[in-house]
């Protein structure tokens, strides 16, 4: 039983970072605009750089 | 695979634009109601992005907008103009009251996102201990995992139960008792009692209960808020069609910019060809054609001269002219009508929506409940503690988890597959309002008509003159040559590329192609009726202009009787231009109506018992669409029309304005069922909460079981609503 001491504490923070990781990418706006996202990746890159 | 990806060094100088602007620069944000692809995307941003003075521009497709960042002396017409040669119409997103509005429903979203987050990250950690505990866990074990499940659960119940405690707190303030009340105490008396029996040693404990129960309402509530936000930026985008401002000539002579607000009457205003009046006034110099439509409802232009008296709203569409503004800002004939729709908007503002109403009912029922079996306990002989834990399980498992899904989550996924018809809805409770409409009334110009002119004989242009027409008509914006650019482009025509084009206003285009003479200007004969010229080299076609009905107006027109709707017209415009419309279509109409008129007819209707759906486009409809049970009106409407509808259809087709209706009754239906599945799993774990059998296991289980059945019920309506649907 003793693996508890370590398997709870992990699982804790690795939900935790999850967590984190949300709150994160909200603020940054990685939300803002999903529709933008998806179609940005067919313009071609060979523009004025 | 690998071998075929850049190096990573590359990556920044890919980047279209400079992230890092030189100086300081200030920030403007334009909405561009016609940017929808990929293409569209690279096209704005690297031709803003080569404009001198332009910094940065970013596009956000989902809101429709570009934030610009430019050095101050850039101002933003300069930039719209820029847009418009890169052949998008665009506006100013800064001044618009919706979009303010919109932020802040988004930051309402994000509020309930992160609640619903947290609740989330609690509820599958406390469940991890809870499922051990289930499966036989004892003694030390399990007095552990429920003090870990206590140190998890409070924070986050603290966190997460914060829009229910403040909405309960209020309602309580207010002396009344709405669906939050029994939420938030359940969900305390839960979280106290089993800190009690964590405390004490004891064998149940509610934790994951109590968060469960959040998780759930908090999905409603988001599902809810998202909608709303959702609906509104997409209206927000779509907006901007009335004069914000205009270029007032000063004592020198010179003209410089005001915004509309800060107009005064006596100012003398130049109007442009093409631009839209900020306020009411008298022609004092100049003669043009005025395009009314907007306040009167009437197709045709108006010729207007000096003395003539034109209102805020009306579009110039042949020469410039000067204009003494007679009255400005609030005393215009558009605040007027806006009046008008204050007060008519009042009666909209008392209907109940449905998850309220069931809420009126359910919140005290369940109260009673759990306070009947505490007292019934009591007297059968328990200790307070017992009768306590099993009132605990009453509220927990009454609890509306079902009841908080059923409404939003049917309306999210109706309202989502509506959007991807061409229908934004504003709120859940427009769906509930149209599914009650048993009869529609419609305006003509703009609504059943597609409201611009458009070409009637296209046929008689060539292969040859057909991309010299668009190439002249794409660089202006008078809406003869928006509506003759529209159609050339959805008949599959590419613009030639024409040169050295100039437009003299009042006049029309000119330019070169291929070292010839070419041209689009307006007849030097008027032949009645709109119409313009194409000169290629000497020789001239003359291209006739009508305001044509919607290419789906009949077939829209049966599916509504199909559903048993009565329908008839009620126009601003002259009778025998409604008349005409009215006996192509069969229906029943009322010409020349002014805005009152209109309010009234809808009244009447009102008072006879009918509930009415109001579809307008023109300012000359917001009363009618504000007063009518429920509004729809067409993305080319005006701001206030738009603000003033439940819902908006972009595109040329109406049929969304029927799918609409059928989508509101399938949801509806849906909702009832749903709300039937919540009863249902009420009246069967009620009694067992009651008699003391509910532990926090079965709690679990109803709760998912019954969320899980309405959320599956809802999806349904993505297919009922959205016909065939790729995404």
Redesign the interface.
Known sequence: ?TILGFL?PL??VM??S??AF??WA?KVGQF?????AA???????D??? | MNAIVPPPAAAPQATPFPTTPPAATVDSRFTVPGMRCAACIGKIERGLAAVPGVASARVNLSARRVAVGHVPGLDAEAIIEELRRLGFEAERAADNPLARDSGEQGAETKRLMRALAVAGFGMMNIMLFSVSVWSGADLVTREMFHWLSALIAIPVVAYSGRPFFASALMALRHRRTNMDVPISIGVLLATGMSLYETVTGGAHAYFDGAVMLLFFLLAGRALDAAMRGRARSGIAALLGRMGRGAQVVGDDGAARYLEAERLVPGMVMLVAAGEALAADGEIVEGSTAIDASMLTGESDPRPVGPGDPVHAGMINLGNPVRVAITAAARDTAIADIARLMDEAGQSRSRYVRIADRAARLYAPAVHTLAFLSFCGWLVAGAGVYKALTIATAVLIITCPCALGLAVPAAQVVAAGALMRRGLLIKDGSALERLAEVDEVVLDKTGTLTLGEPRPVNLAVLTAHTGPIALGLAQSSRHPLSRGLARALREAGVRPAPIVAVSETAGAGMRGRYEGVEVALLRPEVESGGLAVDLLVGGFRTRLAFADPLRPDVRETLAALHAQGLRTSIASGDRVEAVGVVARELGLFAAAAMDPAGKLALLERRAAAGHRVLMVGDGLNDGPALAGAHVSIAPGGASDVSQQAADAVFVGERLMPVALALKAARATMRVVRENFAVAVLYNVLAVPLAILGFVTPLVAALAMSGSSLLVVGNSLRLARAAGGKEAA
Do not use: H, S, T, V
């Open positions: 039983m709870i699982a804790l939900g935790l999850g967590l949300f709150f909200m803002d605009d999903l529709d933008g179609n940005r990746i067919l313009i071609d890159e523009g004025p750089g």
